[in-house]
C-alpha cells in the first residue's frame, strides 16, 4: 500500500516544484515561483506538496487567511497540479492526505479555482470528482469565452469589415519588448479614465515577469504612421494564447485597430497553440453575464467554457469514499 506525506512549501523546494511544474498535466508558467513569488507581500503563501512512496506526486499553489486555505488568490486559475503519470485512485488518497494534513493544522476550509480544462495538456478531471464525492459546494462558476482553432469558426461581418478598415488605414502589427509604449500611453490612461482602476499588474511587475519569462510573455502592438494606437499583453501557456491586457486609443472603432490585433494573434501568431482565451465575460462574481462583451468575442468565433470555485471542509476527509466496486 503506497504511503503519501504532506509538507508545506518552502524555499528549499523551489528546485524540485519547479521541476515538478514544468513537466505537470495541468500547470502552466503561472505556478512558477518566480510568477507566484512577484507579488509574495501581498499574500501569506502556503503552497503544498504532496508525496507518494517519498516521491513528488501533487502540488497545490495556495494561500492562507486567518483558518481558511485558498487555491492562490493571486493567481487566475489554481487547483491540484499533478504529475503526468498521476491516475485516478492514486490522486483520490493524495487528496484525502492533503485534507487530512489542513485538518490537522485547524485549518477549516479550503477554497479551489478549478483551471480551466483547456490549460491542460492531458485529461485532469480527477479533482472535480473527488469534490462531487466529497459534496463540496459550488460557491461561484464563471463563463469564459474560448476559441477551438482546431474547429475554428470565422470572423463575423462586422469583424472582417474591421480588420479591412485597419489595412486601409495602413495599420501595422508588431511583436516586440515596447511594453511601456502600450502600457503608458494606451492601457493605464484607458483603465483609469473607464473604470478608475489600475491593472492588476503595474508596467514594473509585468517587465519583470517578461524578462523572466521571455517565452510565455509577450507584447502586440498596432501602429499608424509610427505612432501606437492599440495593443495587447500576451500570456503563453503550452495549450493557449491568453490576452492579459488589451486596449486601443479612441480612434480603435474608426481604425479596426482592435480587429487587426485579434485577427493577428488568432489567426497567425502562433500556429502551436489550440486554444485562444478570451477570458470571462460574467461579472458580480459570476451571476451575470456581459451581453457586450459576449456578442464581441463571440463574433470572433468564441464558445464558451466555464471555471468553477468549490469550498470544501477539510474534515470531510474522515467520511470521504470512492465506493470502489
Known amino acids: 500500500?503506497?504511503?503519501?506525506?504532506?509538507?508545506?512549501?518552502?524555499?528549499?523546494?523551489?528546485?524540485?516544484?519547479?521541476?515538478?511544474?514544468s513537466g505537470a498535466k495541468?500547470?502552466?508558467?503561472?505556478?512558477?515561483?518566480?510568477?507566484?513569488?512577484?507579488?509574495?507581500?501581498?499574500?501569506?503563501?502556503?503552497s503544498l506538496l504532496v508525496y507518494k512512496d517519498d516521491l513528488l506526486y501533487a502540488v497545490l499553489p495556495a494561500n492562507i487567511?486567518?483558518?481558511?486555505?485558498?487555491?492562490?488568490?493571486?493567481?487566475?486559475?489554481g487547483s491540484l497540479v499533478l504529475s503526468k503519470s498521476a491516475k485516478l485512485l492514486y490522486t483520490f488518497e493524495a487528496f484525502k492526505a492533503l485534507l487530512a494534513f489542513l485538518d490537522a493544522k485547524a485549518i477549516s476550509t479550503l477554497e479551489l479555482r478549478?483551471?480551466?480544462?483547456?490549460?491542460?495538456?492531458?485529461?485532469?478531471?480527477?479533482?472535480?470528482?473527488?469534490?462531487?464525492?466529497?459534496?463540496?459546494t459550488l460557491i461561484k462558476r464563471d463563463a469564459l469565452m474560448v476559441i477551438d482553432t482546431s474547429t475554428k469558426i470565422k470572423f463575423q461581418k462586422n469583424r472582417r469589415e474591421g480588420i479591412n478598415k485597419a489595412k486601409r488605414n495602413?495599420?501595422?502589427?508588431?511583436?516586440?519588448?515596447?511594453?511601456?509604449?502600450?502600457?503608458?500611453?494606451?492601457?493605464?490612461?484607458?483603465l483609469q479614465q473607464k473604470h478608475g482602476i489600475a491593472p492588476v499588474h503595474s508596467l514594473e511587475e509585468i517587465q519583470l515577469l517578461a524578462a523572466k519569462f521571455p517565452d510565455h510573455i509577450k507584447q502586440v502592438n498596432v501602429y499608424k504612421d509610427n505612432v501606437i494606437v492599440a495593443g495587447t499583453t500576451l500570456f503563453l501557456t503550452k495549450t493557449t494564447i491568453h490576452p492579459q491586457y488589451v486596449s486601443g486609443?479612441?480612434?480603435?472603432?474608426?481604425?479596426?485597430s482592435l480587429d487587426l490585433a485579434y485577427d493577428y494573434i488568432i489567426n497567425h501568431f502562433d500556429s502551436s497553440k489550440r486554444y485562444?482565451?478570451?477570458?470571462?465575460?460574467?461579472?458580480?462574481?459570476?451571476?451575470?453575464?456581459?451581453?457586450?462583451?459576449?456578442?464581441?468575442k463571440e463574433s470572433c468565433?468564441?464558445?464558451?467554457?466555464?471555471?468553477?470555485?468549490?469550498?470544501?471542509?477539510?474534515?470531510?476527509?474522515?467520511?470521504?469514499?470512492?465506493?470502489?466496486?
Open 1 to 21: 500500500m503506497s504511503n503519501y506525506r504532506v509538507e508545506k512549501y518552502t524555499k528549499e523546494n523551489r528546485l524540485a516544484w519547479d521541476t515538478f511544474i
Open 26 to 46: 495541468n500547470a502552466t508558467f503561472l505556478f512558477a515561483r518566480d510568477f507566484m513569488e512577484y507579488h509574495s507581500d501581498r499574500f501569506t503563501d502556503y
Open 65 to 77: 487567511v486567518g483558518d481558511k486555505l485558498y487555491s492562490h488568490k493571486g493567481l487566475t486559475y
Open 114 to 136: 478549478n483551471i480551466p480544462t483547456f490549460y491542460n495538456t492531458m485529461p485532469s478531471d480527477e479533482l472535480s470528482y473527488f469534490l462531487f464525492k466529497a459534496n463540496a
Open 170 to 190: 495602413g495599420l501595422t502589427i508588431a511583436v516586440e519588448h515596447n511594453f511601456e509604449g502600450f502600457w503608458n500611453e494606451i492601457l493605464i490612461p484607458n
Open 249 to 256: 486609443n479612441s480612434d480603435k472603432n474608426a481604425f479596426g
Open 276 to 296: 485562444f482565451d478570451f477570458n470571462i465575460s460574467s461579472e458580480e462574481n459570476g451571476t451575470a453575464l456581459n451581453s457586450g462583451l459576449i456578442f464581441w
Open 301 to 325: 468565433g468564441a464558445r464558451t467554457y466555464v471555471a468553477d470555485n468549490y469550498l470544501i471542509d477539510t474534515a470531510c476527509y474522515k467520511t470521504l469514499d470512492l465506493h470502489i466496486l
